[in-house]
């Protein structure tokens, strides 16, 4: 059996999926998503020029061994770039196994430990009154668990996760005007003073059951990320995310040692290695890494198998920018993993991305109902993908108030 072509497509409903379609002579074929967010081309074009002509000719069901061979392959390895190109190749080969094999993919790994995933939506307003009404619809909907984001008073540009308007929620991550980048302004003190209080009315607002998480983004220092933590430990938040920048792992041991908080960290690692430390020396309670840009299924489940040794549970990352591709993927490793936690799900549903990437996955009271078709259960529409082309857009970037850079 050997793959016979592999095509690239850049484009969506709002946003720049990269869908990587991978054909083999058996007639069955497979999908793997690159979305790089803000970053599209780039793997595009790794598999383009790259990973597609030397991947045509090889055995598709020999996934492990096309793995090792890019990995090592690339000598330079790891990097967001390569690893959303290999992770699309990855998903791809796991989808066209599981279609051989007659099974829905979570067979695969092991068959389904429960009946469906809890997922969180992120609920956000440019004020506290704003936000409430926003958690309150999607309690309405069904939710247990939503991600809150406040505006800031007195911050002059609303801060990470808040849409200015209420329509904007689904697209405040990335800006489609241009490459150049919206300024967003940040003040860490301003951040410390109000945050908590707006934490503890929102808990007041909805009593003990609902699932609160928040994300930092980021933005604070060790010591700035301890101090609220342990402020905000009262609130029994579901899980605190990103307190520190990523890069500095050892931060996370001075949170640990003042708050009992759970930690999630991991949307922006590539590989087993970033996560690695923070597994091993148990400093975080939940694993984020996604399919998309860390090396699709096939080293996302070493990162589980490695978590659960640790207690680490997942809650793999699922901005919008992912496509229902790798989101199916997670959806089949979620409802097997012994560890599995909670999965980021943003509802992707919009009749245009319906048509593109038709599937019967569904969403039912806050849980994701994985698909019992074949392979991942989702399909892509070749037609309805010319009707899209590449739209440059940027994430913003962050300064404090004297101009100096800080992370978005
Ligand atoms: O592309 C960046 C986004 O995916 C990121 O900002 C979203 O932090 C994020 C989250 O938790 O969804
Ligand atoms: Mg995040």
């Excluded at 509802?347 to 698909?371: K, R």
């Excluded at 019992?372 to 994430?395: C, I, M, N, T, W």
């Amino acid at each position: 059996m050997k793959i016979t072509d592999a095509k690239v497509f850049v484009g969506g409903p709002g946003k720049n999926y990269v869908t990587l379609k991978i054909y083999t002579d058996a007639g069955v074929y497979g999908l793997g998503d690159a979305t790089l967010n803000n970053r599209e081309t780039l793997p595009a074009k790794y598999l383009e020029d790259y990973l597609i002509p030397v991947l045509v000719g090889r055995d598709p069901r020999n996934s492990e061994d096309i793995w090792q061979f890019f990995y090592r392959g690339a000598y330079f390895r790891r990097g967001p770039i390569a690893m959303a190109a290999f992770g699309a190749i990855d998903t791809a080969l796991w989808d066209i196994k599981a279609k051989l094999a007659g099974m829905p993919l979570y067979q695969l790994f092991g068959g389904k430990s429960r009946s469906g995933a809890m997922v969180y939506a992120h609920a956000t307003g440019a004020d506290l009154d704003t936000l409430v009404e926003s958690i309150a619809a999607h309690v309405e909907q069904g939710y247990k668990a939503v991600r809150v984001q406040c505006g800031i008073p007195g911050m002059p540009v609303s801060s990470y996760g808040v849409a200015d308007k209420r329509e904007d929620s689904k697209h405040y991550i990335t800006d489609f005007g241009g490459i150049q980048p919206k300024i967003e302004i940040w003040d860490t003190e301003r951040y410390l003073r109000y945050m908590p209080d707006a934490l503890t009315a929102v808990r007041e607002h909805f009593g003990p059951d609902l699932k609160l998480l928040h994300d930092v983004h980021h933005r604070l220092l060790p010591r700035e990320a301890a101090q609220f933590a342990k402020t905000v430990e009262p609130i029994g938040l579901y899980w605190l995310e990103d307190p520190t920048p990523a890069e500095d792992q050892s931060a996370l041991r001075y949170l640990r040692q003042h708050s009992t908080v759970p930690v999630a960290i991991g949307e922006v690692f590539n590989s087993v290695w970033d996560c690695k430390q923070l597994i091993e020396e148990e400093l975080i309670d939940f694993i984020r890494v996604a399919v998309t840009y860390a090396g699709g299924i096939t080293q996302v489940k070493r990162i589980v198998d490695l978590a659960g040794l640790h207690h680490v549970r997942t809650g793999f990352h699922g901005a919008p920018s992912h496509s229902p591709i790798s989101m199916a993927a997670q959806a089949h490793l979620n409802v097997w993993a012994p560890n599995f936690g909670i999965q980021e799900y943003l509802v992707l549903g919009t009749p245009e991305c319906d048509a593109l990437f038709p599937s019967d996955h569904t969403l039912e009271n806050g849980m994701f109902l994985v698909s019992d078709e074949p392979g991942l259960g989702v399909d892509f529409d070749e037609k309805q993908a010319q009707r899209y082309q590449y739209a440059a857009g940027s994430h913003p970037v962050v300064r404090l108030q004297d101009g100096t850079l800080w992370n978005y």
